[in-house]
């Protein structure tokens, strides 16, 4: 998303969450990201910045701001005038995501007083190990894996609580990342020399960013009155020695459609980036036994494997009892492709890729 900003843009920011270190977790467009900001804002407030420059880093300008305004208002128009004290601040281009705990954790060379403290305390390094048992692995990706790790991502949480059935409760990244912050706010800090309480505060930050994250993500899943219903995941994907996200968004939409003549049509959005490969989005939509199918990529490798694939995707579905409605492949900044379009073989592969 940061990758996309443009210099002069102006963005509409919730503040999720005020650090202890004084930094702020910031929500735009649906991500999180943790920055330095010298403004006396809460949890609530509402933010409109103008993006200065996009590299080296994200620098952002404040421009206004609403204490008072409440978080669904977000999408409205803020307040006009600039702020006397409107500093300029840099975004941390890493979403605030267990994987960026994680990744800073896994990191030989980034914290190593970070990664001291954590082997000396054996509480600490149990959670932790807990918590990079919840992440998928690349090299061994499947439907049940998957299942599994949403099962245990801590979304269902209150709801497994509610039924009984704690221990999956307990067992969560959740209930991890809660004990990790209780177990940091314990921490005596008296006798700790200067750079071992600089990593007690980023691991403080780090954990209370991704339980944030997290409880966004169950918000967002709330169910709707419309009676159509969305979960959203973000679940840590171990690549190459580090973390990313693999972010999920699954839809039920009964929108308009009539239980006695038709089913609800499900919708799968599934977006992550790879390092060296850059983003990568599919798009499944289904209804009934019907599936359609779009790659989005702007590698050309990517494209070309799903390509060479082809063949045997569909023969997999088709062997699954689904009706291949059909399979596309396009570069991330090309229109969706449309049933209709001229442009598509009957093979259902975008012509362009």
């Not at 609403?66 to 006397?84: I, R």
């Not at 499947?142 to 209150?158: D, K, M, P, Q, T």
Request: aromatic content about 4%; proline content about 5%.
């Amino acid at each position: 998303m940061l990758s996309n900003w443009r210099v002069g843009q102006v963005l509409n920011a919730l503040v999720v969450d005020r650090m202890p270190s004084g930094n702020v977790l910031l929500n735009v467009g649906g991500r999180e990201f943790v920055t330095p900001l010298d403004l006396p804002v809460q949890a609530g407030s509402r933010l409109q910045l103008e993006v200065q420059k996009v590299q080296p880093q994200v620098t952002l300008k404040v421009l206004g701001h609403s204490l008072e305004a409440a978080p669904s208002q977000l999408t409205q128009p803020l307040s006009k005038g600039p702020l006397s004290s409107a500093p300029l601040f840099s975004a941390d281009t890493k979403p605030a995501s267990l994987s960026t705990l994680l990744t800073t954790l896994s990191s030989p060379p980034a914290q190593p007083a970070l990664r001291a403290l954590i082997s000396q305390t054996p509480a600490l390094a149990n959670i932790v190990s807990a918590l990079s048992s919840q992440s998928l692995q690349a090299g061994a990706l499947s439907a049940s894996a998957l299942a599994a790790v949403i099962g245990r991502s801590g979304l269902f949480n209150e709801a497994n609580f509610a039924s009984d059935r704690s221990n999956r409760a307990i067992a969560s990244s959740k209930s991890h990342l809660a004990q990790l912050r209780k177990l940091v706010g314990e921490l005596p800090t008296a006798n700790l020399n200067s750079e071992t309480r600089a990593s007690i505060s980023t691991l403080s930050e780090l954990a209370n960013a991704a339980l944030a994250n997290l409880t966004q993500q169950q918000l967002i899943s709330m169910p709707q009155d419309s009676g159509s219903q969305r979960w959203c995941f973000g679940i840590p994907l171990a690549y190459e020695g580090s973390f990313v996200d693999l972010n999920m968004i699954v839809e039920r939409d009964e929108t308009g459609v009539d239980s006695n003549s038709a089913e609800a049509i499900w919708r799968v959005d599934l977006s992550l980036s790879l390092p060296g490969i850059g983003p990568l989005r599919v798009l499944v939509t289904m209804q009934g036994r019907e599936v359609s199918v779009a790659f989005n990529s702007d590698s050309s490798k990517v494209r070309d494997l799903v390509d060479l694939s082809f063949e045997h995707l569909k023969e997999r579905m088709i062997l699954s009892d689904f009706r291949v409605k059909s399979i596309t492949a396009q570069a991330m900044t090309e229109a969706p492709i449309e049933s209709g379009d001229s442009s598509t073989s009957s093979s259902g592969f975008e012509m362009r890729a």
